[in-house]
């Protein structure tokens, strides 16, 4: 099962008054677990960097100057996520921006149906905790001792690790790779030994003469018992 974890920064907070997409992170998993598949860009969105912002994520005006504007990886973009479903910490933002942006070049706009939204997942899990990406890194032991500044490809990656433990977490003992649970054969179980014991004589338990007396009583009042026949 192939998913993508996807993360952007921006400029603002608000897509139709002319704030645009600046970075865009993606992550493949494959199963719910991060593959070395990514795809990272920083767009040139042709207007400034308000302080706000920048303060975020520490992406100037200058920094971006040099980068492609978003109609030139748009197409690669595209292809990279496919159809695969998108999952996304707040899909409603990023989402509304790519869209934007997307609209904006006269291409379809991707489909909410087809996100994970990680907030609502946290939030059922952790009724009434924090649910913020550092929050839920810190609660599941992920290191984001580098997210000094929002970075999309870097929460992209951390937003992967959370959703795996959102998930239940990998399996403990799960076979990966060559080794030597992944067999196809089956080998020689251990031989069992079992060891010889002596067999005891069978025990008789004959009837004492006051019970043979008894029966012969019981047997007489009965009105033509077989065992007398």
């Not at 907070?13 to 070395?36: F, Q, S, W, Y």
């Not at 089956?186 to 079992?194: G, I, N, S, Y």
Request: with cysteine; charged share 30%; hydrophobic share 40%.
């Amino acid at each position: 099962m192939r998913e993508i974890s996807l993360d952007t920064e921006t400029t603002g907070l608000n897509p139709k008054g002319g704030d645009r997409v600046v970075e865009i992170g993606c992550v493949e998993m494959i199963n719910h677990i991060a593959t070395d598949n990514v795809f990272h860009v920083y767009i040139n969105p042709q207007r400034d960097m308000p302080d706000g912002a920048f303060k975020v994520h520490g992406l100037s005006e200058e920094f971006l100057r040099k980068h492609d504007v978003f109609s030139a990886i748009a197409d690669d973009f595209l292809d990279f996520i496919g159809d695969s479903p998108l999952v996304i910490h707040n899909a409603q933002f990023d989402i509304g921006f790519l869209n934007a942006e997307l609209t904006r070049l006269g291409k379809d706009p991707l489909d909410m149906a087809r996100t994970i939204d990680t907030v609502p997942m946290a939030r059922k899990k952790f009724p009434g905790a924090q649910a913020n990406l550092d929050a839920l890194c810190r609660r599941f032991g992920i290191d984001n001792s580098n997210r000094q500044l929002h970075g999309a490809l870097l929460d992209a990656e951390l937003l992967a690790e959370v959703y795996l433990e959102l998930n239940g977490g990998r399996q403990t003992g799960l076979g990966l790779g060559d080794e030597e649970s992944d067999r196809t054969e089956l080998e020689p179980q251990d031989t069992v030994v079992l060891k010889s014991q002596s067999k005891r004589e069978a025990r008789v338990f004959l009837p004492s003469a006051e019970e043979l007396e008894r029966h012969e009583a019981f047997i007489g009042e009965l009105n033509e018992p077989i065992w007398k026949a």
